[in-house]
């Protein structure tokens, strides 16, 4: 966009917000035209402090809830997943209760009392330590988001999902506390030949993963808390590694284990599953950074807006490869981009906030949002992915861009494949 075009356009954007903050204020007074009515809970106390409860939201946001797919029909339930509501979402931070699950057997119930991390392999000193150990070394908590590899797997080339959740809920955003990985690896003294690290659970899958040594003393955390608590069972209680904008499942849970080695050990779970499909018959290899996205959030799927006229258009940006740039937005499915406005803080493999006005006339239209990393690299179309890639059995790594269809009744769908 021009700059005396983005000029026209803020000039604009201001202009139709301060006409709907008018309207608004005009519904208002006329409201007031009566005596304001004096609520029951004016009237009567509410309930006591209870010393012994750990708070939980209004029940009337009980609807706010994590999810299990709509789409694939699970025939057991220990390797499984669950959502976030990423529409109810209005900031970058996802409450510990909200934060995506997946399991691939379970949630294990680990005592800390008796939990024991090693590092071994190829160091000089080989280490163990209790979870008094690891909370007594120099802690640090950065902002990142968590995103599991199969988000939007169910929804490359057609609208199988309804809403957000559905579509795009393998993801949040997480304060995560806990020590960097270089600090207990440079105390166990790395062999000049160590290349890889192996990080393994203690669930009942022993899920393990191969991860490159640069990455992991570049800004690895062996992590104890999320968001100013204790880490939950579901989400590595006590101990787990996050690694900083890979996908999540090589940021093990219920971490036991830390090996160095002088070469990856091409487990399972980095060979039949957690790769992608490419057109000439090969699979890629350790593909774990989660390329550049984004998603409008609202309006979105299941949604629907209730009269023509001002709307502001929401959504969260991501990159596993750093900051995010710049957001353009599209009502016409695309025919035309301007650019939204993101919301600080914009931090390095954090979610990003994005939010653009928009003046609904009441009739079709197709939301869709693109990212820009600090790279440079353009969040690509479902089209341009199918070029690189062969969209063909259990597919990772969807970052294309996710188009919302509204109708002349303000009813929102997913409109994959169709834009």
């Known amino acids: 966009m021009a700059k005396n075009d983005r000029r026209d356009f803020f000039r604009r954007s201001a202009a139709l917000t301060g006409g709907a903050i008018a309207g608004a204020a005009a519904a208002t007074s006329a409201a007031r035209a009566a005596p304001l009515a004096v609520p029951p809970t004016n009237q009567e106390p509410g309930r006591i402090i209870e010393e012994s409860a750990y708070g939980v939201p209004s029940k009337y946001e009980a609807h706010v809830k994590r999810r299990r797919t709509d789409v694939l029909k699970n025939r057991q339930n220990l390797s499984d997943w669950s959502m976030t509501p990423l529409q109810y979402q209005p900031g970058i931070i996802t409450p510990n ?8 057997a379970g949630t294990p119930d680990i005592d800390p009392r008796t939990h024991r991390l090693v590092i071994h392999g190829m160091v000089k000193q080989p280490l163990e330590f209790t979870m008094d150990d690891l909370v007594r070394y120099p802690s ?3 902002f990142h988001f968590h995103e599991c590899s199969g988000n939007g797997l169910t929804d490359w080339v057609k609208p199988a ?16 506390t806990g020590v960097p990985a270089a600090t207990l690896l440079d105390e166990a003294g790395i062999d000049p030949k160590g290349k890889w690290v192996l990080f393994e659970g203690a669930d009942a899958s022993a899920h393990t993963r191969s991860v ?17 608590e204790a880490l939950r069972p579901e989400n590595g ?3 787990r590694v996050v690694i900083p904008g890979w996908e999540g499942n090589v940021s093990v849970k219920w971490l036991r284990r830390v090996k160095v080695s002088d070469q990856p050990w091409y487990f399972r779970s980095e060979t039949a599953r957690y790769t992608d499909p490419m057109p000439n018959g090969k699979w890629r290899k350790f593909s774990m950074v989660m390329e550049c996205k984004s998603v409008i959030t609202s309006p979105s799927g299941g949604q629907q807006l209730k009269n023509p006229g001002f709307h502001e258009i929401r959504g969260l940006a991501w990159s596993g490869s750093g900051k995010i740039r710049a957001v353009d937005v599209s009502t016409d499915g695309g025919k035309s981009w301007r650019e939204a406005t993101l919301e600080e803080p914009i931090m390095d493999k954090c979610l990003t906030r994005f939010k ?7 009739g079709p239209a197709v939301l869709m949002s693109r990212a820009v990393d600090s790279t440079g690299y353009v969040q690509p179309t479902v089209a341009e992915i199918q070029k690189a890639r062969a969209i063909a059995g259990f597919v990772q790594h969807h970052n294309g861009i996710q188009p919302w269809a509204v109708n002349e009744k303000g009813e929102v769908r997913n409109a994959i494949g169709q834009a």
Not at 97 to 104: A, D, K, N, P
Not at 161 to 176: K, M, N, Y
């Open 140 to 142: 640090v908590s950065r």
């Open 237 to 239: 209680y006590p101990v």
């Open 356 to 362: 653009a006005p928009w003046d609904w006339k009441g």
């Open 212 to 228: 490159p040594l640069e990455k992991v003393l570049d800004d690895t955390l062996i992590v104890y808390a999320m968001n100013g």
């Open 161 to 176: 999902s309804t809403t957000v959740q559905q579509t795009h809920g393998l993801l949040s955003g997480v304060l995560w």
């Open 97 to 104: 209760g909200l934060i995506f699950e997946r399991h691939h």
